[in-house]
Nanobody, 124 residues
Framework: VQLQASGGGLVQAGGSLRLSCAASEATFRMYRIGWFRQNPGKEREFVAAISRGGGSTTYADSVKGRFTISRDNANNTVYLQMDTLKPEDTAVYYC??????????????????WGQGTLVTVSS
């Protein structure tokens, strides 16, 4: 499956953005999906993940209560709604997918397929 992340941009602190991760095929509904982010010189870190059916989600402590992950399997898309953005949320955001297990995972090594990334910049 090919994944394409979009929706990044420049926003002021306190603002909102919604990222989308669109898949190339209908088998997408069999993939658990995760969002990760990365800044230059730093490791890619976990942000949020959702199970195949969407019934289970998990978040990094740094975004809990501000970000919401959801999925629309009919349209082969996962969303990351980001509210109350902070300058420290600035990063390239990547979506990733894997069909091997059902549950949401925080471990980037458990995702076989990755999108190309979308840049989020939060100004202070």
């Amino acid at each position: 499956v090919q994944l394409q992340a979009s929706g990044g941009g420049l926003v002021q602190a306190g603002g909102s953005l919604r990222l989308s991760c669109a898949a190339s095929e209908a088998t997408f509904r069999m993939y658990r999906i995760g969002w990760f982010r990365q800044n230059p010189g730093k490791e890619r870190e976990f942000v949020a993940a959702i199970s195949r059916g969407g019934g289970s989600t998990t978040y990094a402590d740094s975004v809990k209560g501000r970000f919401t992950i959801s999925r629309d399997n009919a349209n082969n898309t996962v969303y990351l709604q980001m509210d109350t953005l902070k300058p420290e949320d600035t990063a390239v955001y990547y979506c990733a997918g894997d069909p091997s297990l059902v549950s949401a995972s925080r471990n980037r090594n458990e995702y076989a397929y990755w999108g190309q990334g979308t840049l989020v910049t939060v100004s202070s």
